[in-house]
C-alpha cells in the first residue's frame, strides 16, 4: 500500500514536499517512484529510487530541482520539490516498480498510490 502526502497550491519558484508512506513490500528492496500526470497530458515517470542508492531523474527538466529520499526507519519515501514551475503541476503518485528495478515506464510499475494534487500557480 502507498500513501501519499504533502501536495498543495504553492506559487512559482516555490518548494513543496511530498511524502510516500510504503507497507505490504520489503522496503529495503523495493524501487519505489514518482510519477505524475499533468492536465490533458500522459502519465509520465519523473524519478525513482532503488534499494542500491543513487536515483534516476525522467524529466530533464526537472533535474536540479526535484530530489528523491527514502528513510528505511519509517518506511517512507520523499519527493523534495524546489523552485516549482506551473508546468509542474499534475497529480503525483508514488509507485512500487517491478522486480526491485527503477524505471520511468508506466508498463513497469507494480503498483500505484492514489495520488496527491501538486498545483503551481500566483
Known amino acids: 500500500r502507498l500513501v501519499e502526502s504533502g501536495g498543495g497550491l504553492v506559487q512559482p519558484g516555490g518548494s513543496l514536499r511530498l511524502s510516500c508512506a510504503v507497507s505490504?513490500?520489503?522496503?529495503?528492496?523495493?524501487?519505489i517512484g514518482w510519477f505524475r500526470r499533468a492536465p490533458g497530458k500522459e502519465r509520465e515517470g519523473v524519478t525513482c529510487s532503488a534499494d542500491t542508492g543513487g536515483a534516476d531523474l525522467y524529466v530533464d527538466d526537472v533535474k536540479g530541482r526535484f530530489i528523491i529520499t527514502r528513510d528505511g526507519t519509517k518506511n517512507t519515501v520523499f519527493l523534495q520539490m524546489n523552485n516549482l514551475k506551473v508546468e509542474d503541476t499534475a497529480v503525483y503518485y508514488c509507485?512500487?516498480?517491478?522486480?526491485?528495478?527503477?524505471?520511468?515506464?508506466?508498463?513497469?510499475?507494480?503498483?500505484w498510490g492514489e495520488g496527491t494534487q501538486v498545483t503551481v500557480a500566483s
Open positions: 505490504g513490500v520489503t522496503f529495503h528492496y523495493a524501487a
Open positions: 509507485t512500487v516498480m517491478r522486480f526491485g528495478r527503477c524505471s520511468g515506464v508506466t508498463f513497469d510499475v507494480a503498483s
